[in-house]
Every structure is written in C-alpha cells, then in structure tokens.
C-alpha cells in the first residue's frame, strides 16, 4: 500500500489568515483527494486534486476558499484560505490508484485549530 | 450523487460474540465497496473491501457481504476482541467520474472485555 505522509499534523491559526497543507505519496499514483472529518463525524470529500489541471471540487467546497495545487504524481497541496472558527477540523489526503489500483488509502491528517 | 446510510451509529458487544454493521446506497452504479476502520486520533484503514461481481468476502474474522439488487452490504466480525473497538465507515465508489468514496455516517463499535 501506499505511504502518505501529510506536513503540518497540526496547527492553530488566528482567523483571516490561510494555512496550507502538504501531501506526500511514496510512490506514483493515479488519483488524489482531500477530505475534511470533523470531530466525531464522517469524512467529506472536498475536492479531487488533478494534476496538471484545476481540482474538481465537491458541492460546497470553491476553489477560492481551498484552493489545491498537484504539480506531479506524488505530491499536492491544500489550501484554507481567510479562515474562521468553522473552518476548524481535520484534513485528511487520500491517493488512489498505485499498485492496488481500487484501494484508497489515508494519510494521518492535519488536525487545524482557528481561533 | 451517490448517498451512503450507515447502521447503528454505535454498537456495544461483549467480547467473543459478532458485530455486525449495515449500509445502503442508493446509486446504482457504484461498484466498490470499502470498509475502513479509524482508531481515535488515527486515519482511516482499510481492512476489507467488495466489487459489484462478488456477493461475499472473508478476510479471517471479517467478513462483508454485498446485495446488489437491495442495495445493501454489511461488515461482519466474529469472535470480537477489545481492540476490534473503533469507528468503522463504510464506502460506496461509483463507476463514473473520478471513482472517489463517499462515506457513511461512521459506527463507535466497543468490544466490552
């Protein structure tokens, strides 16, 4: 399975301001995601991350407020720009499409704190 | 879009006995079903997973279960252990578009020892 490691595992950040998280995967794959988990809720796609291209962004979810960036097959970044207190949660990446091409796997989160 | 239901939303057993967990979908073209396993403060693990052409699958004490024409599939655990104790989601990938999960609600499963 792939390994995905995510930079920062957590932050606090004062509202207004934006923190952009990074995403790592070991090997190359096909598909990656960013998600957003609340505290005791399910995960919710927020947007698949293409390379080359705009991200496809899941209904509720602009590109203004989380803008993503994916230069190659192995590395893409989220953004949570002017952030307020909702925008507190964990953000998980997620790749797909390696050598088990269905399997979807999780990297261990960004837990972001806005105060 | 594709809409995942999840039941219970928590589930207590004693340790030994079997916990099961249901879902629904209601797209008929999803064709992957993962279940994932997400221990506090951990992420998401995959422990076993479905394709629309199989009705059953058994990994040691997990088993899932898929009807197709209900549209309906279920996660199975016998002879649950203390560390079985979780939140377990499970997944529905349609055919189309980006293959991406959408998730159910998630179920607090704790395995009383």
């Known amino acids: 399975s792939a390994v995905i490691s995510q930079k920062p595992s957590r932050d606090i950040c004062q509202r207004g301001t934006s923190l952009t998280i990074q995403c790592q995967v070991d090997?190359?794959?096909?598909?990656m995601f960013w998600y957003r988990q609340q505290p005791g809720q399910s995960l919710t796609l927020i947007a698949t991350a293409n390379q080359g291209s705009e991200a496809t962004y899941e209904s509720g979810f602009v590109i203004d407020k989380f803008p993503i960036s994916r230069p190659n097959l192995t590395f893409s970044t989220l953004t949570v720009s002017n952030m307020s207190p909702e925008d507190s949660s964990i953000y998980l990446c997620?790749?797909?499409?390696?050598?088990?091409?269905?399997?979807?796997?999780f990297g261990p989160g960004t837990r972001l704190t806005v105060l | 879009g594709e809409n995942v239901e999840q039941h219970p939303s928590t589930l207590s057993v004693q340790e030994g006995d079997s916990a099961v967990i249901k879902c629904t979908y209601s797209?008929?073209?999803?064709?992957?079903f993962p279940w994932y396993k997400q221990e506090l403060g951990k992420r998401p693990q995959l422990i076993i997973d479905?394709?629309?052409?199989?009705g059953e699958k058994k990994d040691q004490r997990i088993a899932v279960t898929l009807n197709k024409t209900a549209k309906h599939f279920s996660l199975h655990i016998t002879e649950t252990q203390p560390e079985d104790s979780a939140v377990y989601f499970c997944a529905a990938s349609p055919r189309t578009g980006a293959n991406n999960l959408f998730f159910g609600t998630g179920t607090r499963l704790t395995v009383i020892p």
């Open positions: 797209d008929s073209a999803s064709n992957y």
């Open positions: 090997s190359q794959v096909t598909m």
């Open positions: 997620s790749a797909k499409g390696g050598e088990t091409y269905n399997e979807q796997f």
């Open positions: 479905i394709r629309s052409n199989v």
